[in-house]
């Protein structure tokens, strides 16, 4: 048997850490973070952070007391930045599934630098998302009506509606989020109980270990869970932006009954996710000294997906004007034609088409996949064009009516602004409150991708006098460099 | 002061390959309560330990049976039995929508079970565990790979296992003690 954690220098592989990195360097650098000091930036990002989600405290009373007329909403535009906020949130929520499951699956080995990262990003921006259709209710102290419990009008959910539907997917991606992300961070949150040099810390971390004592029987049930929820999470991840998009898909409205949604919206979220992945990592990398985990190996494979991704959404696009026009429906071509592309929305239509369908395609140059600068900026860009995305979708399909006479324009309120900023403050305070108290990249899993973790490395090399002609010749020459 | 006795025997290996060799060892010798600690799962230590494949799925599958027969029952008994209404024209027991709520418990039951089926089957969480009587215990989640045999094991014995172990070439072997007393306040370490 040959390493198996080396790269194979034929497919042109590189290591997936850098240079010198050993078992003890990497829980070192991780561990690390989170007892030392915060630096300064942290506190500066946390104070923000927190001042937002007051923000979005307050606008939130202030909905609840008055009525959900504080927001733009009105005839003909019932939906607005309450669901298109929803949708941005799951949307970049995939991604962290998507590293953490699907690229598991096809054991691309490079996931393990970022996928804690990227799981918790999920689990953030899937509360955020959930704030959403909690609040759009308007009555939010009758939203447990979403919930098949018995009442004294003995009626029950309307299970033939996808909102219903989005209710369930919604609540199972939350907890099998959770439960995916915290069974990865056990190891990891023993590493810390057991550097750990006050009381308070051994008990918390201790707790929250919960007797994890690395044993290889534990080991083994343990690898079976993650391959098993790895293999839930993947079509979950997909059945989610698939149910979301029949909120839209499944009514009659032109714009929004077309049978690409699911895959459409699919492919979206996971561009969206990556982008915030890439737009959080860059940030983090910089301020923690994380440069010999995360590589910008890593990086330039995220830029790839995220050129790929951006282009199926591009083709979506034009698949969506093209069935317009195929159809011969005339709705659906006024829609398309003068409600999207011209007309009073075309500037956010022509956002959307500038941020998501062009500003990824620099990467298909090395110079400008490799780039920080530049794959900083597009990251940025993609998230306001898939804001933007979903803006389209729900406005400029709403806003003129069947009839001229109901034709109207959607203009957004302070209280719109102050809930979408609100939840970026929330999330961004759970995000800085996961890099300081939490291994933010998942220890265990690096150390069993250094080419030392495999039992059978460096055997042959300690034998190289007497077996030098043992099948694993090609392996010697591979492994000089990691000694 | 509790009087102590062995608990376990703690053997420890700077890496993955010289754990796997004594494990193999061990198993060889006939030792059936015995266990690796390493910070990452070590590719072949299930063999080298004689240990069988994870028994998880089998606990995993009914659950997302139930899951799914679950879902399918609430929709049926809610809208096409308890209070039937006819949405869009279509009948009330409509089995095409009730299958993304279908999809979603199956998961979600599954998941669920994945999680604390794993936590039942490795008997997590666990507030003591002698083996964290050992200062040198820590390094087994950074970068130090151990053996431990248990004084539960048949073939337990103070001078032959130490040997048994010797053999292995760790760099180091501890006979890791418990308190006698089973009410003792032993936890003090472990936490």
Not at chain 1, 279 to 299: D, E, F, P
Not at chain 1, 365 to 387: A, C, Y
Request: hydrophobic share 50%; glycine share 8%.
């Amino acid at each position: 048997m040959s390493d198996y954690n080396l790269p194979i220098k034929e497919l042109g592989e590189t290591p997936l850490v850098g240079d010198g990195t050993t078992f003890s360097s990497i829980t070192e650098t991780v561990a690390h973070v989170t007892e030392t000091k915060a630096p300064r930036a942290w506190w500066v990002g946390f104070l923000i952070a927190v001042s937002f989600t007051g923000v979005l405290g307050m606008a939130i009373g202030y909905l609840f007391w008055t009525g959900v007329g504080v927001w733009g909403n009105n005839t003909p535009v019932y939906w607005a930045w309450d669901i298109t906020n929803f949708v941005w949130w799951i949307g970049i929520g995939h991604a962290g599934t998507l590293i953490s499951a699907v690229l598991f699956l096809f054991r691309q080995k490079w996931r393990t630098g970022i996928n804690r990262f990227a799981e918790a990003m999920t689990i953030f921006a899937v509360m955020c998302a959930l704030i959403f259709p909690g609040i759009h209710v308007g009555r939010a102290w009758y939203a447990y009506y979403m919930l098949p419990i018995p009442n004294e009008m003995s009626i029950w959910p309307n299970f033939k509606s996808p909102l219903i539907w989005d209710v369930f997917a919604v609540s199972t991606y939350f907890t099998v989020s959770s439960l995916f992300w915290y069974v990865g961070l056990i190891p990891d949150l023993a590493t810390l109980r057991d550097r750990a040099k006050t009381k308070l810390r051994r008990t918390i971390y201790g707790a929250l270990a919960i007797g994890w004592r690395s044993s290889n029987r534990h080991w083994s049930n343990y690898e079976r869970a993650y391959l098993l929820l790895a293999a839930f999470s993947t079509p979950l991840v997909l059945s989610v932006h698939s149910v979301v998009s029949f909120d839209f898909a499944t009514s009659l409205m032109p714009g929004w009954h077309t049978t690409i949604f699911p895959p459409y919206f699919v492919a979206g979220a996971i561009f969206s996710g990556f982008a915030m992945v890439m737009t959080l990592m860059l940030i983090t990398r910089a301020v923690y000294g994380l440069k010999s985990l995360v590589l910008m190996k890593h990086l330039e494979l995220m830029n790839k997906i995220i050129l790929t991704t951006g282009s199926l959404v591009g083709y979506a696009y034009a698949m969506e004007f093209f069935i317009a026009y195929y159809s011969g429906n005339d709705y659906e071509r006024h829609v398309f034609l003068y409600n999207r592309a011209s007309g009073p929305y075309a500037w956010a239509y022509w956002i959307m088409i500038s941020c998501n369908v062009l500003s990824p395609q620099v990467f298909w140059f090395k110079r400008f996949r490799t780039s920080i600068p530049v794959m900083f900026v597009v990251s940025i860009l993609v998230n306001i064009g898939m804001w933007f995305e979903r803006f389209v979708i729900i406005v400029t399909s709403l806003f003129r009516d069947f009839l001229p006479s109901s034709w109207g324009y959607f203009r957004p309120t302070l209280i719109d602004f102050g809930i979408y900023a609100g939840s970026l403050g929330l999330f961004f305070t759970l995000f800085l409150l996961f890099i300081r108290w939490v291994p933010m990249i998942a220890v265990a899993e690096v150390k069993g991708v250094l080419p030392e973790a495999d039992p059978h490395h460096g055997e042959h090399a300690a034998h190289e006098g007497e077996d030098h002609n043992h099948d694993e010749a090609e392996g010697d020459v591979a492994a000089a460099p990691a000694e | 002061m509790a009087d102590k006795k062995p608990a376990l025997y703690l053997a420890q290996y700077e890496t993955p390959g010289a754990c796997l060799h004594a494990a193999e060892k061990l198993r060889d010798a006939g030792y059936k309560n015995f266990d690796a600690h390493t910070p990452f799962p070590v590719h072949g230590m299930d063999a080298a330990m004689g240990m069988g494949d994870s028994k998880l799925g089998w606990i995993v599958l009914p659950a997302g049976i139930t899951g799914c027969a679950l879902a399918f029952t609430m929709m049926y008994w809610m809208n096409a039995v308890d209070y039937p209404i006819v949405i869009g024209g279509k009948p009330p027991g409509a089995i095409p929508s009730m299958i993304p709520i279908m999809f979603e418990l199956t998961v979600l039951l599954s998941c669920l079970t994945t999680v604390f089926g794993m936590f039942g089957l490795n008997k997590i969480p666990r507030h003591h565990h002698p083996i964290f009587n050992s200062d040198r215990f820590a390094a087994a989640t950074d970068d130090k790979f151990f053996i431990s045999v248990e004084v539960e094991d048949p073939k337990f014995h103070l001078e032959r296992t130490k040997k048994v172990l010797e053999g292995t070439h760790p760099t180091f072997i501890e006979l890791v003690e418990d308190d006698a007393d089973e009410l003792g306040d032993d936890d003090k370490e472990a936490a």
